[in-house]
């Protein structure tokens, strides 16, 4: 049984730092992708970033870009996403995802096959 666990969520000022981690707990053929996407408070879900497992190949939302660095550690199944300059559009349930492609990371749906339960992020 697949599980991916979230830490790192917690509230922040307005200009401040936080870094999530996301450990998985076994790596499958369906994870060429790892990532994150986020939901704010009565918004749809939207993806934050992604790697791909392979090449480290990286990809952000526009939103984030250079202020979110994602990064990946395979010996220790785990995947960041560290996220500075936070302001109070990034207050969201930040989630952790994996797919077979980052498509379905970036662009988060009934189709992303692996999530977490979600971390929240609260920037003040």
């Known amino acids: 049984h697949v599980q991916l666990v979230e830490s790192g969520g917690g509230s922040v000022q307005a200009g401040g730092s936080l870094r999530l981690s996301c450990v998985v707990s076994e790596y499958t053929h369906h994870m060429n992708c790892l990532g994150w996407f986020r939901q704010a408070p009565g918004k749809d879900l939207v993806g934050v970033a992604a790697?791909?497992?392979?090449?480290?190949?990286?990809y952000y939302a526009g939103s984030v870009r250079g202020r979110f660095t994602i990064s990946q550690d395979n010996a220790a199944n785990t995947v960041y996403l560290e996220m500075s300059s936070l302001g109070p559009a990034d207050t969201a349930i930040y989630y952790c995802a994996a797919d077979q492609f980052c498509s379905n990371i970036l662009n988060p749906g009934p189709a992303t096959r692996y999530r977490g339960q979600g971390t929240q992020v609260t920037v003040s």
């Open positions: 790697i791909s497992k392979g090449d480290g190949r990286t």
